[in-house]
């Protein structure tokens, strides 16, 4: 269902949907707290951007996002696979790790603040759980799945432990693994938000609050679109990052 | 004599108990310590308590009973209505090219990013939350509809036509039960979407009752004991609601191979 087969057609509902807000707003049914006008939206959008609200709230909660994501993706990639060709590390540690998987990461919010406070830590921890699990289990169940008989190949090769990283695990696991990546993306990124929305004093979670907090539905509005933009962004990112790394796979944007 | 296979396998189930039992005894060992420890950790003997005070109160299971509920109502409302869109979708391009631009753009915005507009609009409570754990159980199960049909259409229906069935025979008769496991497999993970968005929504709308509030509660009077035990409760109930469908699934789907 991509929108790419569709071409111009793709614009005809949303177009639609902002001429019919336009309408239902300028129709006086409804107070412009409950139903800003788009052109409200667009305006204080203009007034965040130049006042640099909206910058400083975005650079606060990007900064967040990649310490967290980056930290917890990386060690997630290296814990998945010592955890897949370590039998020790896997009967250690993969009980526990099944376990925490069953426990969604909002429901550690409550908890991270009261060990943690509502500083920084606590959204960076939260970011970093969020990916490190979901990463670490793509790259787990990738590794595992690689066949036992080519490292019975590379066995009889004799290639060197690095060889058999280079030349073959890491090609078989970076499709799965990088599936992985943006599945935790869009996890931590939805964590993060939720998370300043409960306990901040910047980004745009809270910016988005403190909008809720005063009736500026046009406020909220624009966060909720640039939050909406940042997602698909960065999904977009690194679908292309995907079909660069992985050319053989051949997928379509979608 | 047990073989020395069994002998292995059962040490193996012991070390994934090692590192649990390292956390909660290090986590009980961090209560006893001084008074700014015992603000944040709690002791064994005091999750006892709090759960036996939780559950002699009733706050448990009655948190526990709005949540469940919250969590399949929404599920109802959400996969009937992905259902239907994505039926929709398959059918008619019309349809189709309406509504796949809104869906895909709509879906890019986090979930919980919609709350604070949803609490403008229908307040902090049941209204709010049934929305959000509708809309988060709506998504999958409209592509999983969609894909499923469109796939099959093209297959199937000229078999429909050779037999000149009407389009609802071909629709009830080829295209449903052709699509149906792909849905299931959409509807399961719409169930774990709508059970993390109850828990999700209830921590984020302070009114009102579910184990989401429980925690908002505990968190604001200091008390880790209740914050651990409604942790793992959910953590539980996430797990058997996904052991569930999964069996469901397999006992439905019987016939496929």
Do not use: C
Not at chain 1, 182 to 187: E, N
Not at chain 1, 203 to 221: A, H, K, N, P, S
Not at chain 2, 42 to 49: E, G, K, M, R
Not at chain 2, 182 to 196: H, N
């Amino acid at each position: 269902m991509g929108n790419t087969h569709l071409g111009w057609k793709a614009w005809i509902s949303p177009i639609l949907l902002i001429l019919a807000w336009w309408w239902v707003s300028k129709s006086g049914h409804y107070s412009t707290d409950v139903l800003v006008p788009p052109q409200d939206v667009w305006l204080s959008f203009k007034e965040l951007l130049s006042s640099g609200e909206l910058f400083q709230h975005l650079s606060v909660s990007l900064t967040r996002l990649a310490i967290g994501f980056l930290v917890g993706a990386a060690s997630g990639v290296l814990f998945g696979i010592l955890m897949a060709v370590s039998s020790q590390t896997e009967a250690f540690f993969l009980p526990t790790f099944q376990a925490l998987r069953q426990i969604p990461t909002i429901t550690l919010i409550p908890i991270l603040i009261l060990l943690l406070g509502v500083d920084e830590t606590f959204k960076i921890i939260i970011v970093f759980k969020s990916a490190f699990l979901t990463v670490a289990l793509a790259a787990y169940e990738a590794t595992k799945g690689v066949s036992k008989n080519y490292f019975e190949v590379a066995k009889i090769y004799q290639l060197s432990t690095y060889s058999v990283y280079r030349k073959l695990v890491l090609p078989a696991i970076v499709p799965p693994v990088f599936t992985g990546l943006r599945i935790a993306f869009s996890r931590s990124w939805t964590i993060l938000v939720a998370a300043e929305l409960l306990a901040s004093d910047s980004g745009i979670g809270q910016m988005m609050q403190l909008g809720r907090e005063m009736f500026r539905l046009d406020v909220v509005m624009v966060g909720v679109v640039i939050t909406g933009i940042i997602g698909f962004s960065i999904d977009r990112i690194l679908k292309l990052g995907e079909m660069k790394l992985i050319p053989w796979q051949n997928r379509q944007l979608s | 004599m047990p073989s020395i296979k069994v002998i292995l396998r059962n040490f193996s189930g012991v070390r994934g108990l090692v590192i649990p039992i390292l956390i909660l005894f290090t986590w009980d060992w961090m209560a006893r310590q001084d008074a700014t420890h015992a603000y944040a950790f709690s002791t064994f003997s005091q999750i006892y308590a709090g759960l036996s005070e939780l559950l002699i109160s009733g706050e448990l299971q009655n948190n526990l009973y709005a949540s469940v509920g919250r969590a399949l109502t929404g599920l109802l409302i959400g996969a009937s209505l992905g259902f239907v869109t994505g039926t929709a979708m398959a059918f008619s391009r019309v349809a189709n090219i309406l509504i796949a631009p809104l869906y895909h753009t709509i879906r890019q915005v986090p979930l919980m990013g919609l709350v604070p507009v949803f609490a403008l609009w229908y307040g902090n409570g049941d209204t709010s939350k049934l929305i959000v754990v509708s809309l988060s159980s709506f998504y999958p199960v409209v592509l999983a509809t969609y894909e499923s049909m469109h796939q099959v259409e093209k297959k199937y229906t000229e078999v429909g036509q050779v037999l000149k069935l009407n389009q609802w025979r071909v629709f009830q008769k080829i295209v449903l039960p052709a699509a149906m496991p792909q849905i299931f497999t959409g509807i399961s993970f719409a169930l774990a979407f709508a059970w993390l968005s109850t828990i999700g929504s209830e921590i984020l709308f302070s009114a009102g009752s579910g184990l989401g509030n429980l925690m908002m509660n505990a968190q604001q009077a200091s008390r880790m004991d209740i914050l651990i035990i409604v942790t793992i409760v959910i953590g539980l109930m996430g797990y058997g609601m996904t052991l569930f469908i999964q069996k469901l699934g397999l006992y439905l789907f019987r016939w496929r191979k």
